[in-house]
């Protein structure tokens, strides 16, 4: 099973930052879904110091805000795994899209 790829955004629409994250995964072939954050998750993305849009949750690992670092490591991640044919991890976190529901 792939990774799962959660990208949360704004729900105005108006994010540069949830933009540039989600070109930079199109771009790199980044297989993500797109959420956006309603009221219960942001207070639970505040709980976990997460403070700004957009907000990447994979199944090992979450950020926030446009982090071209964290999108490179995640596209040498997602390589390797191809490379090696195996999935990591063999339990992933439990995300906030689990718990959460669209607005």
Known sequence: MPMRIVL???P????????MTKKEFDKRGIVYTT????????????AM???????VETDI???SGFR???IKSLEHHLKVERIRGENVPMKPMKQVADEVEDE
């Open 8 to 10: 949360w955004v704004k």
């Open 12 to 19: 105005s629409g108006f994010c540069p930052q949830c933009d």
């Open 35 to 46: 959420r956006k954050l309603t009221p219960k998750a942001v207070d639970k993305f505040l």
């Open 49 to 55: 110091g997460l403070t700004s849009a957009p907000i």
């Open 61 to 63: 690992k979450r950020w």
């Open 68 to 70: 071209l670092d964290k």
